[in-house]
C-alpha cells in the first residue's frame, strides 16, 4: 500500500508537470509524514547524507567544469578538424568523422547534449554545404552525440555507481568497448547509406595535415589519456581524477589554446622571438594569467554555468536519494524482488522487462532521475537472479542513450532542434532509421555480458 501510494504521489507531480527533482522529494516527503513510520528527522538527515558522505558524487561537479571550459573553447574544432582529416576521404567520410569527433568529444566532456550542442553547431552547417541531406547529418550527429553518456567518464556512470555503490572506475572501464563498438557500428551503417546513396567524399589532406591536426587537437585529446590512464591505472580514484580534468580543462582552454580568458589572443610566439624566449615569456605569463582568471568575465561566466547545472543535478540527486530511502524503509525493492523470484521469471525475461521499464521511462523523465529511481529497485533482483551489477550498468546505459532521442523529453533532439531551426518533429523522423539501429546494439548489450565485462575482468586479471 505504501509503495502505491509513493508512486501514485509520483506520477501525480510528473503529470502536472512538477519539475522532476521536487516531485522526487515532495512524494517522500508526504509517505514519510503521512504513511511510513520513518522520523521526521530522516528527511533532513538522508538530504544532508546524500550529498556528503558519497564521495563519488564530487567528480561530478569538476567533470561538469572541465565540460564547460573544453565546450567554451575551441576544443570541438579542433577535434573536428582532426576527425575529417582521419576519415573524411572515405565515402560518407565527413558523416563518419562527424561520429568520430563526438566519440572524442564524448570521452573529454561526459554530456550527451554538450556533445550534440559542440559538435553539431559546427558540422551539420558543414556536413550540408558538402551536399549532405540536412535530414541524414542531423540524425547522425543527434545519434553520436549520446555516446557522450557511454564512453568514459561518463556523469551518468557516476550516478549509477553512487545509486548502487558499485565501483565508478569498473563502470567506466566497462563502458569503454560499448562505446567504441557503438561509435564503429555508426560508422559501418553510414558508410553503406554512402555507398547506396553516393554521398560525398573529401580528398586526403595528405599525412602532414593529418599530423598537424593531430597535434592541434593534442591539447583535448590528452585529457581522456590523464583520466582514463589514471582511473584504469589505479593511480587515481574517478572522483580524482576528475578534480585533474577540472585544472587541466582551464589550463588547456585559458592558457594551452588561449579560447577565453586573460590570454585570448596572446600569440605564443612573436614574429622574431626565439623559441626560448617564447617559453620562457609563456611560463611567466601562466601565473598572470591565473591570477587574472579570478575576475575575468568570461571564466566567471564558464564557472557560473557550471555550477548552475551542478546545482541543479546535485539537487535532483539528493531527492532521488530521499526516494531510494523510502523505497528501502518500506522494504519495497525486497518485496518486488521476492515476487520476481516467486513468479520464477529467467535472468532473459528480466533483462526484457527492464528494457521495456527503462524505455518508456526515457520518454519522460531526464536520465539521471531515472537511474536514481530504477537503480535501487532493480539492482537487488539483478543480483537475485546472477546478473552481474557493472552489465545491469551498461544496460542500464544504453537504455538512457535511447531515452536522449525518444520524445517528449529527448534533451538531443531539442538540442539538434535549436541547431538545425527545424521543427521538434522533423528532427525525430531524422533520428528514426538510427534509433531502430540503437534497439538492436542494446539487444546485443543485453545478451552478450561479455562485451561490457571483458576490459574490467581483464584489468583485474592484470592487477592479481
Excluded at 99 to 107: D, E, I, K, N
Aim: proline residues 6%.
Amino acid at each position: 500500500m505504501t509503495a502505491a501510494i509513493l508512486f501514485a504521489i509520483l506520477l501525480v507531480c510528473i503529470f502536472l508537470e512538477i519539475p522532476v527533482a521536487i516531485s522526487l522529494g515532495l512524494s517522500s516527503i508526504i509517505t514519510i509524514l503521512l504513511f511510513s513510520g520513518d522520523s521526521l528527522a530522516s528527511i533532513s538527515l538522508k538530504l544532508f547524507e546524500a550529498t556528503s558522505e558519497h564521495y563519488t558524487l564530487l567528480a561530478i561537479p569538476f567533470f561538469i567544469l572541465s565540460s564547460s571550459f573544453l565546450s567554451t573553447g575551441g576544443v570541438a574544432r579542433r577535434l573536428i578538424d582532426f576527425a575529417t582529416a582521419c576519415v573524411g576521404h572515405v565515402r560518407g567520410g565527413l558523416a563518419m568523422a562527424s561520429v568520430l569527433a563526438c566519440m572524442l568529444f564524448a570521452a573529454v566532456s561526459g554530456s550527451s547534449p554538450a556533445t550534440v550542442a559542440a559538435i553539431g553547431s559546427i558540422v551539420i552547417v558543414g556536413m550540408v554545404r558538402n551536399g549532405y541531406p540536412m535530414s541524414f547529418a542531423t540524425g547522425t550527429v543527434s545519434t553520436a552525440g549520446t555516446l557522450g553518456i557511454l564512453i568514459p567518464p561518463s556523469i551518468v556512470m557516476l550516478v549509477y555507481a553512487a545509486a548502487t555503490e558499485v565501483s565508478a572506475a569498473r563502470m567506466f572501464m566497462a563502458g569503454f568497448i560499448p562505446g567504441l563498438m557503438m561509435g564503429l557500428i555508426l560508422m559501418i551503417a553510414i558508410y553503406i547509406v554512402a555507398r547506396y546513396k553516393n554521398l560525398p567524399s573529401i580528398p586526403f589532406p595528405g599525412f602532414k595535415t593529418l599530423a598537424g591536426t593531430a597535434a592541434r587537437a593534442a591539447g583535448g585529446l590528452m585529457l581522456l589519456v590523464i583520466v582514463l590512464g589514471a582511473i584504469y591505472g589505479g593511480v587515481t580514484s574517478p572522483t580524482e581524477a576528475a578534480a585533474v580534468a577540472a585544472v587541466y580543462g582551464y589550463l588547456v582552454s585559458v592558457w594551452g589554446y588561449r579560447d577565453i580568458g586573460p590570454l585570448k589572443g596572446v600569440a605564443w610566439r612573436n614574429e622574431g622571438e626565439s623559441i626560448a624566449a617564447a617559453i620562457v615569456r609563456n611560463v611567466f605569463l601562466l601565473p598572470w594569467s591565473i591570477v587574472r582568471s579570478v575576475t575575468h568575465p568570461e571564466i566567471a561566466k564558464v564557472v557560473k554555468d557550471a555550477s548552475k547545472v551542478s546545482v541543479m543535478l546535485l539537487f535532483v540527486i539528493a531527492n532521488a536519494m530521499l526516494f531510494a530511502h523510502v523505497l528501502t524503509t518500506e522494504r519495497i525493492p525486497h518485496e518486488i524482488t521476492e515476487l520476481i523470484v516467486q513468479w520464477g521469471l529467467p535472468a532473459w525475461g528480466f533483462l526484457i522487462v527492464v528494457n521495456i521499464l527503462l524505455l518508456l521511462a526515457g520518454n519522460f523523465m531526464e536520465p539521471s532521475a531515472i537511474l536514481l529511481i530504477m537503480a535501487p529497485i532493480l539492482f537487488p533482483i539483478a543480483m537475485q537472479l546472477g546478473i552481474d551489477p557493472i552489465h545491469l550498468g551498461i544496460i542500464m546505459v544504453v537504455n538512457m542513450e535511447l531515452g536522449m532521442l525518444t520524445p517528449p523529453v529527448g534533451l538531443n533532439l531539442f538540442v539538434a532542434a535549436g541547431i538545425t531551426k527545424k521543427p521538434i518533429g522533423w528532427v525525430i523522423k531524422s533520428c528514426l532509421p538510427w534509433l531502430a539501429l540503437m534497439l538492436c546494439f542494446l539487444m546485443l548489450i543485453t545478451y552478450v555480458p561479455s562485451i561490457s565485462l571483458f576490459l574490467p575482468e581483464y584489468i583485474d586479471s592484470l592487477q592479481n
